[in-house]
Structure formats: structure tokens, C-alpha cells
């Protein structure tokens, strides 16, 4: 999917606090995203088997391009500072967020991370710019997501007003990469590249042109470079291929060594080049990278609008860890 961060705009500072147990700020750059990539893994292990909303690499991926912002909240116990708590509010009508297992009273920060995502939803003016996955929501709309066997949550958002909608659904999916793995060669004329910093043009507009089909991609040049100096970037899990000499297919992987999982993150095939066999060539060559750096399992996430990508990813052995449902608020002004 297309990150958060090349895609949201400013918006008005919300100045109100909200009195909480913990302290809530605003994210602040570099070192929140290494304190955001800790609360992931701790998360993830204390789910275990069970898959959770974050993998280290979304919240690399989603906030990269960040050095601060409002739309991005912490929260945080005293006085040893751990996170607890992260919700991301996604203009103009979407919000995510996670909760560590180790909070006590998992309802009322709950309640107040959807209070918080309500008042920024409250200060957006401007509507025009919202993704296709939401549109069909309606403009007056607050939404975020909640796993099917998260009973908990589920509970905490009807009680706030939000309702379940039957026709957006997400997956979160995985493969084991303990088995035998495919060993399929690429199309042929087709070969795996290692893009450096002088191909960051063409390794940008690969990126716009693979996501044209969902609207305009911001995904500039510069902001192609910013991703190469984030943490857990590594240039060999930036899988790209060529196909007579452009570049047609990639996908971008995070590792975290903690919990032994390789997120796709994200993935991508120009229109021009679809349904020729690239985009299982790239997941192929990535389950081989991946094992390489120990990790175990593959995670990968898109949702119901995306039939192309669940097909793919089901031709790679991809099964559904977890089904993810959205829920609406309606109303919302």
C-alpha cells in the first residue's frame, strides 16, 4: 500500500490535551520510530501465534518520511517511558492503532486513542483527497479496523458508535518459509537488479506507476532516497526486476529478528506488466532473501478491493492468518 507519510498533508494542531494514566504526545521523528519498531516486536512476540496489526516494517514504512506529526500519537508509561500505545489517524477519514497486551485497563486507553483519532478527524476540512479503498465509505465517515478473533476491541468500538461494514474486509497473511521453497526461474529476458542511489528516478516512478491503478502515487524521487537511510532498509531486501532494460516488478521487505518474520512491504507490478509472471517471480526471489536472513515466516497484508493481490499472493502460498474488518462511525463531523 502507499504509505501515510507520502500522502498526508498538514493539518491544524489539535491543542486540547486528554487527561490519561499515561502521557500522550505527538510522534517526533527518528527516535520514536526506533521506540515504535521495539513496541512492534515486544507486541508481536506477546501475540505469538496469533498475528498482530504491526509488524516493525509497517510503522517503518508508514512514518519514514516523518520528522513530526500530529496525525501520529504516542503513548507512553511513567517514568520508565515504554510505548503502550500507537495510533496513527490516516486524513481525511482513517485511523489505526495498536494497544500492548501489558496494559492493564486495555478499555479506557482504547477509548481514548478513538477519542483522540475523533477530535483529529474534527479538524480536517478538506475531504477531496481520500483513497479509493475509502470512498465508497462516504464523506462523513471515521474508520479503522479490527481483527476477527479481537473480541475486545471489537466491544470497545460498538461502544463508541462504530458499526461493522460488510463490504471492506483486510487480511493479514502469511507462509511459512521452513517448507521446500519455490524455485521457479524468472520470465525469461527477465533479471533480478540491485538498484543503487544514482537509479533512484526509475526506481521511484516504478513505484507511482504500479500504484497508478489506485490514484496518484507522491512517491517522489527524494522520498524514494529518505527510504534508503531508514532503519531496518536494507538495499538487498529491495527486490526489483528487470524486464528489457525497465524496471517492472518489486517489493520492499523489513526483517524483524526478534520474532524470526519478513514483512512485504509493499509490493508492486506496473499495469503494463501484469499477468506475465513477474510479480511471483519478485515473491519468489524474496522468500529465498528472506530465508537467508533467518527469518522463518513471510507476512503480507492487502484487503478484499485488491483481488489481484490476494490471487497473487495465493498462487505463492500465501494463507490468511487473520481477517481484519473495518468498522464506521458515521456522522462524523
Known sequence: MEPFSVWAESHVRDEESIVSAYIARPYEGAADL???????????????????????????????????????????????????????FEPPLSFQFDISPTVAVQRDLMAEVIRWAERRRALVTDREDVPLAYQALGS????????????????????????????????????????????????????????????????????????????????????????????????ALDVVLEFEGQLVSYCVLWVDTENRAGLFEPVGTRPSAARRGFGRAVIYEAFRRLREKGMTRAIVGTGSVNKPALALYASAGFEVAERQHTYVKRDVT
Open 34 to 88: 526506533h521506540a515504535l519498531i521495539r513496541f512492534a516486536q515486544q507486541v508481536t512476540r506477546a501475540r505469538l501465534p496469533r498475528p498482530s496489526y504491526y509488524h516493525a516494517g509497517d510503522f517503518v514504512w508508514q512514518l519514514y518520511n516523518f520528522d513530526r506529526s500530529d496525525d501520529v500519537r504516542l503513548w507512553t508509561r511513567d517514568p520508565d517511558g515504554a510505548t503502550v500505545a500507537c495510533a496513527i
Open 140 to 235: 462523513d465517515t471515521l474508520s479503522t479496523s479490527a481483527m476477527e478473533s479481537d473480541a475486545a476491541r471489537i466491544a470497545v468500538l460498538v461502544e463508541n458508535g462504530y458499526a461493522r461494514e460488510e463490504q471492506q474486509l483486510g487480511f493479514r497473511l502469511a507462509r511459512s518459509l521452513d517448507d521446500q521453497l519455490p524455485t521457479d526461474a524468472p520470465p525469461a529476458g527477465a533479471r533480478f537488479r540491485n538498484v543503487s542511489d544514482a537509479e533512484a528516478d526509475a526506481r521511484a516512478e516504478l513505484h507511482r506507476d504500479a500504484w497508478s491503478i489506485w490514484g496518484e502515487s507522491k512517491h517522489t524521487t527524494e522520498v524514494y532516497r529518505r527510504l534508503r537511510s531508514a532503519p531496518l532498509y536494507d538495499p
